[in-house]
T-cell receptor, first 112, second 112 residues
Framework: SQQGEEDPQALSIQEGENATMNCSYK?????LQWYRQNSGRGLVHLIL?????REKHSGRLRVTLDTSKKSSSLLITASRAADTASYFC????????????FGKGTRLSVIA | SAVISQKPSRDICQRGTSLTIQCQVD?????MFWYRQQPGQSLTLIAT?????????ESGFVIDKFPISRPNLTFSTLTVSNMSPEDSSIYLC?????????FGPGTRLTVT
């Protein structure tokens, strides 16, 4: 069963604005990962944040993790039309060799 | 990191037929995972394939419909049996190494 739940399900913003997507999960995790998927394309791994980390940056991406609330957020700053895609969070449980459980995703549209 | 290849990359099949998807990993792994991504949806775990034992299926997936083989530590197959148009999806195999997950490029299946 899916563990992560993203909100919003869809987000439409103007180019240059920031986009924030949230993810909630249910069980304890080893790490949480964010992926991007352009329409009809494969998954692109964006960033991984471990359970003992609270914030991580990668270029225009900022991810936070609050394990007490079992939630994470992905912030994309200064968005571009090329950021238009679906974004998924996925969690890896603490027990070894368990697969990622994916949320339903947020569909982001950046309008030029 | 693990490098995963899948064959075929895409196929168009008639309803009622079966397709076997192959997954090859460049290193030995204990568990391999099969996911399905239906159009416009997130990834859903189908089953976990252990070498030397029967696969473990997630709720909603059964062995008769999705038989899996795992003959060794680097290879697995997923068969989609008695296909219907609802089986049109991308099928991905995946492995976890050191709490990081790696995905194959996917097999895009269209059932007509």
């Amino acid at each position: 069963s899916q563990q992560g739940e993203e909100d919003p399900q869809a987000l439409s913003i103007q180019e240059g604005e920031n986009a924030t997507m949230n993810c909630s999960y249910k069980t304890s995790i080893n790490n949480l990962q964010w992926y991007r998927q352009n329409s009809g394309r494969g998954l692109v791994h964006l960033i991984l944040i471990r359970s003992n980390e609270r914030e991580k940056h990668s270029g225009r991406l900022r991810v936070t993790l609050d394990t007490s609330k079992k939630s994470s957020s992905l912030l994309i700053t200064a968005s571009r039309a090329a950021d238009t895609a679906s974004y998924f969070c996925a969690t890896l449980r603490n027990s070894g060799n368990t697969p990622l459980v994916f949320g339903k995703g947020t569909r982001l549209s950046v309008i030029a | 990191s693990a490098v995963i290849s899948q064959k075929p990359s895409r196929d168009i099949c008639q309803r009622g037929t079966s397709l076997t998807i192959q997954c090859q990993v460049d290193s030995q792994v204990t568990m391999m995972f099969w996911y399905r991504q239906q159009p416009g949806q997130s990834l859903t775990l189908i089953a976990t394939a252990n070498q030397g034992s029967e696969a473990t299926y997630e709720s909603g997936f059964v062995i008769d419909k999705f038989p899996i083989s795992r003959p060794n530590l680097t290879f697995s197959t997923l068969t989609v049996s008695n296909m219907s148009p609802e089986d049109s999806s991308i099928y991905l195999c995946s492995v976890v190494q050191s709490y990081e997950q790696y995905f194959g490029p996917g097999t895009r299946l269209t059932v007509t």
